[in-house]
């Protein structure tokens, strides 16, 4: 055992003494994790949402100004990674892939007919997938043209785009993202390790990996941030020593860490059928705790819970969350104190936006008492920021359930006080997932409810079936009204 894995030991045996949450962690499931959601927002889950009145959710009468985060979906890559749950497909016509843009500008378009775009404060600007630089270069011009055209984007807005280490490994795809603004580049690298990139369908391998980044340093991108994921199969704490010594070499400006959730038919299969192919949540947990403290030690700042930053900026958070405005199929967005999904399918997509119509399928109305739980559990995951004293106190107050679930997770001693901020203490840090999971009960009756129905081959395989299927989301909006409303 190396000097790494056994320290990580060390903490680890420190924070599984007595009645710590972490007790659990022999029965932990597999199917959901509540750290990796956009800014510690959680949506609701979709029965219990229902559809959207459009003139009043772009109602300029009761419009919030707020920062508004632009996200834009393309869900084609050069593969498909077995892991991947998100709405992507393998594509290699520039055709289809082209359509799907003019298809996706149109949308923006049709929003721009019920709110001025132009007027709206940017917060950033996300472009991700699905592998957004399986676009060619003319491709990306044209995106990036429509973007400054609809929006108000200026030298100090901040543009985020994801890729995969095959698709910029040319220089001539990473000069057109510095042209056009991009400030932070994320490589979607997973793993250093071979053997795992070639069983989870990844095409890159660790050689590739390292060029795009050095690449992307050498031709000056302001922030490139590799993401890794633990939770893999055939994964050890022995390989993961390995990636981060890989990822310390290489220092990109930030790293996140992601968790394996397992959610996809290919990934199923393998973990119930060979589970010991998977790392144990024990050594789940081990590997969150050698990356603490191996890039602490190199320089590495722990900003939120799963990512790591070598900047010393960036630490001034406001006590809210940006709204979010999404395009392209299967979106969430947070809008004018509504949260609402856009259609699931990629054709059903299509078909509403050549009618002229905006693809909003689903929605919810958000509740002040909703509202300042996100706010609480989003500024948790800032863990240099916290929570003012404040705020917590008043979400205490709110009710005796709010009470009892702060109390909890003080007893436990997962978050601590520092002056007037409430904050996640380390031992909140490496088990964040049972202070979030406090916050989104509703998810975790969803998660234990699916890891019985996935547990079962038939269950699974018609569970994936009716996903796949463009009326999924349409059953769920029936099931809302036969299911009791869910607490907020």
């Given at each position: 055992m190396s000097e790494l894995i056994r320290r990580a030991h060390e903490y680890l045996n420190v924070y599984l003494k007595n009645d710590n949450p972490c007790n659990r962690i022999n029965r932990q499931l597999p199917y959901t994790k509540y750290t990796t959601f956009m800014y510690g927002y959680m949506p609701l889950p979709y029965y219990a949402l229902h559809s959207v009145d459009i003139h009043t959710l772009f109602n300029k009468n009761r419009m919030v100004q707020k920062p508004v985060l632009i996200y834009l979906h393309i869900p084609f890559c050069a593969y498909k990674c077995?892991?991947?749950?998100?709405?992507?497909?393998?594509?290699?016509?520039?055709?289809?892939?082209?359509?799907?843009?003019?298809?996706?500008?149109?949308?923006?378009?049709?929003?721009?007919h019920h709110i001025d775009l132009g007027s709206l404060p940017i917060h950033s600007i996300h472009i991700g997938g699905g592998t957004p630089t399986c676009l060619d270069v003319s491709q990306l011009d044209y995106v990036f043209s429509v973007l400054k055209r609809k929006f108000a984007i200026d030298n100090n807005t901040v543009i985020h785009c994801e890729s995969s280490p095959d698709t910029i490994i040319s220089e001539g795809k990473l000069q057109c993202l510095k042209r056009h603004g991009v400030r932070h580049l994320d490589i979607g690298i997973q793993t250093f390790q071979d053997s795992t990139l070639a069983l989870v369908n990844r095409r890159h391998t660790k050689e590739m990996a390292q060029k795009a980044v050095m690449r992307a340093q050498e031709i000056g991108m302001e922030e490139i941030n590799i993401d890794m994921l633990i939770n893999l199969p055939d994964q050890t704490p022995e390989c993961w020593e390995e990636d981060l010594k890989t990822i310390v070499s290489l220092r990109p400006t930030s790293v996140t860490i992601y968790c394996n959730a397992l959610k996809t038919p290919h990934m199923l299969d393998l973990y119930y059928s060979k589970r010991c192919r998977f790392p144990s949540v024990q050594d789940v947990t081990i590997m969150n705790i050698m990356a603490y403290l191996s890039l602490r030690e190199e320089g590495y700042r722990l900003k939120m819970t799963t990512y790591y930053s070598l900047r010393a900026d960036g630490d001034e958070q406001k006590e809210d969350i940006p709204d979010v405005l999404s395009f392209g199929p299967r979106t969430w967005s947070l809008f004018n104190d509504t949260e609402y999904y856009n259609t699931f399918d990629l054709n059903e997509y299509v078909q509403q936006i050549n009618k002229k119509k905006l693809p909003i399928c689903v929605g919810a109305k958000i509740s002040a008492r909703r509202k300042l739980k996100q706010i609480i559990a989003?500024?948790?995951?800032?863990?240099?920021?916290?929570?003012?004293?404040?705020?917590?106190?008043?979400?205490?107050?709110?009710?005796?359930?709010?009470?009892?679930?702060?109390?909890?997770?003080?007893?436990?001693?997962?978050?601590?006080?520092?002056?007037?901020?409430?904050?996640?203490?380390?031992?909140?840090?490496?088990?964040?997932?049972d202070v979030f999971k406090e916050f989104h009960k509703h998810h975790e009756r969803e998660s234990l409810f699916l890891n019985v129905v996935l547990?079962?081959?038939?269950?699974?395989?018609?569970?994936?079936?009716?996903?796949?299927?463009?009326?999924?989301?349409?059953?769920?909006?029936?099931?809302?009204?036969?299911?009791?409303?869910?607490?907020m």
């Open positions: 077995s892991y991947c749950y998100y709405l992507s497909t393998a594509c290699h016509n520039k055709q289809v892939i082209g359509d799907y843009i003019d298809t996706l500008l149109q949308e923006i378009e049709l929003v721009g989003s500024r948790l995951q800032h863990v240099s920021h916290g929570v003012s004293k404040e705020l917590w106190d008043k979400y205490k107050s709110q009710s005796a359930d709010h009470f009892s679930t702060l109390e909890k997770i003080e007893r436990q001693q997962l978050v601590a006080r520092d002056h007037d901020r409430i904050k996640l203490s380390l031992k909140g840090i490496f088990f964040a997932d547990n079962n081959v038939f269950l699974r395989k018609l569970y994936f079936y009716v996903r796949s299927k463009a009326w999924s989301y349409k059953a769920f909006i029936f099931l809302n009204k036969l299911l009791p409303k869910i607490k």
